[in-house]
């Protein structure tokens, strides 16, 4: 199934990629490193589908029906992966429910299924198809990477049957999951991964021990792999990284976008800045569903693709370095231009502050001047925000909401004709999911009033230099940035100072959507 289903979709058509144009023209270069293990690069690819669905997923079909409807999706696949292969690209990931699509009963969806072994076997289906029943989606996608000559990422249902005495076997007797397969080069099934955190996925079952699967390549290292929602949570995405040789991650997603915070490629690019690694994230592209956003991202560059308004599927494919350099986090303080060193004076004579019905009170030690615009609420994503207005051509402000407390020092070359504001959420978010987060965000208002503050925005003018900090409780803080058109920014710094996490920027390419310290306290789900 798919994710973030919270939230307005958007309703302006977009279209867009990033720099796609300059990942296809370093192409032919890189074709002629990608062969030597020791390359500083490698080339990938990852699809979004324009998804061939069943017209009804309730109806019981046969096993021949199922198959006749996903191999038109595999014909795609295999169309994609032949062109890939052209381009000397290396790795494809492929979308979650890319193949047999979605919103199935737990019945209706059985026929769809693949057979999968309990324990993972050394099997190359391409070369032995009938070494088990059931294993025809898996036997065209051993082939696609066999012929391609590249790893092959996909996701599809499979089955795994089990007995009356294991206490975990539901009553029908099968195990059904939403499963990652891995295949090498040479079309062996090299590994494959079981969602763990399904998202309303009736036809799925949690598995009862959560997957943490890596798989070793030639020409990158060590790989991770997870799935859609799985990227908000501890288990498996985080405790994947724990593993320091683990630099890529491939992100099969069915992905539903969610302005102002959590658009597909805005959550795909936090996640690869916060962890410092690189994400081959493949969508599914269902425009009327709010599907699209898919790209391959690194900490300090992203190629995308994310597009509203036509049906087109789309192949990105761009050369990925093979050690992802991340954004300086460390200590900062060399970095002494005016505007930061007023930044680094604010915290070292930060005032203990405390949140008293709707004021805020300080102690009397302040060194600076601190705006006092009139807060107020309004919903952001189904989370009751606390906000102040950001209304004057530079400032500093300040907004508190439970322990947490977000700060916003900014200058603006000129007003626009637009509000924004700076808000704060600190509490478990209970609608289509339930996770504690903190927030910290500076969002584009849909209107003048502040009741239009946390909409769904996609188009901005207001420009701005700022440092966004807080003092958050969890060292999982994603910086979310978008700028108008959904184009991706990199922040300037994104890291620690005396126990605040921020954010920095310069300079921004259009005008501010969002910009956004996301933080998880996975302990508190």
């Known amino acids: 199934m798919f994710c973030i289903m ?10 867009l990629f990033g720099w796609y144009a300059l ?30 669905s069943s017209p009804n997923p309730l109806a019981l079909v046969s096993r021949k029906q199922a198959l006749e409807l996903m191999n038109q999706n595999l014909d795609i696949y295999e169309q994609q992966v032949m062109t890939a292969a052209q381009k000397g690209v290396q790795i494809i990931v492929f979308p979650e429910d890319g193949i047999h699509g979605f919103n199935y009963t737990r019945t209706s969806i059985y026929p769809y299924l693949d057979f999968m072994p309990s324990q993972l076997v050394r099997w190359n289906p391409c070369l032995q198809p009938h070494r088990f029943n059931d294993t025809e989606v898996l036997h065209r996608l051993s082939c696609m990477a066999m012929k391609g000559k590249m790893f092959l990422v996909a996701n599809l249902g499979t089955k795994q049957p089990c007995l009356s005495s294991d206490p975990g076997c539901p009553r029908d007797g099968r195990y059904q999951f939403n499963t990652d397969v891995v295949f090498s080069s040479n079309g062996t099934l090299v590994d494959y991964y079981r969602k763990h955190n399904l998202y309303f996925e009736a036809a799925f079952d949690t598995p009862l021990q959560v997957d943490h699967v890596t798989f070793e390549t030639p020409f990158a290292g060590k790989f991770g792999v997870f799935t859609c929602f799985d990227i908000l949570f501890f ?14 991650i491939v992100y099969p997603t069915a992905w539903m976008n969610q302005l102002p915070l959590l658009a597909a490629i805005e959550i795909q690019k ?9 994400i081959l994230a493949a969508n599914i592209h269902h425009p009327s569903l709010g599907m699209t956003g898919s790209g391959i991202h690194t900490p300090l560059t992203s190629f995308w693709y994310h597009n509203m308004e036509t049906l087109k599927d789309h192949l990105i494919i761009a050369q990925v370095p093979r050690n992802p350099l991340g954004l300086g986090t460390g200590n900062t303080t060399g ?7 007023e930044f680094l004076k604010i915290l070292s004579g930060s005032p203990h502050c405390e949140k008293d019905a709707q004021e805020i009170h300080c102690n009397e030690d302040a060194k600076w001047n601190l705006d006092t615009p009139p807060t107020f609420h309004s919903e952001m994503m189904y989370d009751d ?3 102040v207005p950001v209304w004057e051509k530079e400032g500093y402000l300040q907004v508190c909401s ?28 209970t609608v289509h ?4 987060i903190q927030v910290c965000a500076l969002v584009r208002c849909g209107g003048l009033g502040f009741h239009t503050c946390g909409q769904d925005i996609t188009e901005a003018s207001g420009m701005f230099e700022f440092h966004l900090w807080g003092n958050f409780s969890s060292s999982s803080i994603f910086p979310l940035f978008l700028t108008s058109g959904m184009t991706l920014e990199t922040p300037d710094q994104f890291g620690w100072e005396n126990d605040h996490c921020f954010l920095r920027k310069n300079k921004l390419s259009s005008g501010l959507v969002t910009a956004a310290l996301y933080g998880r306290l996975y302990e508190r789900d």
Do not use: W
């Open 235 to 248: 288990d498996p995405a985080v405790r994947l990284l724990r593993d320091a040789e683990v630099k890529h």
């Open 6 to 15: 919270s939230g307005a979709i958007s309703k302006l058509a977009l279209f």
């Open 385 to 387: 925000f606390t906000l």
């Open 402 to 429: 439970n322990s947490l407390c977000c700060y916003l020092l900014y200058t603006r070359p000129a007003l626009s004709n637009e509000l924004y504001a700076l808000g704060v959420f600190d509490g478990l978010h």
């Open 23 to 52: 990942a296809l023209g370093i192409q032919g270069k890189e074709r002629c490193v990608a062969d030597h293990h020791e390359a500083d690069h490698y080339v990938a690819a990852v699809y979004e589908h324009h998804l061939v």
């Open 335 to 341: 970095n002494m231009d005016p505007f930061h060193s």
């Open 433 to 436: 999911g339930t996770y504690y």
């Open 270 to 278: 936090a996640f690869a800045t916060a962890f410092g690694v690189n």
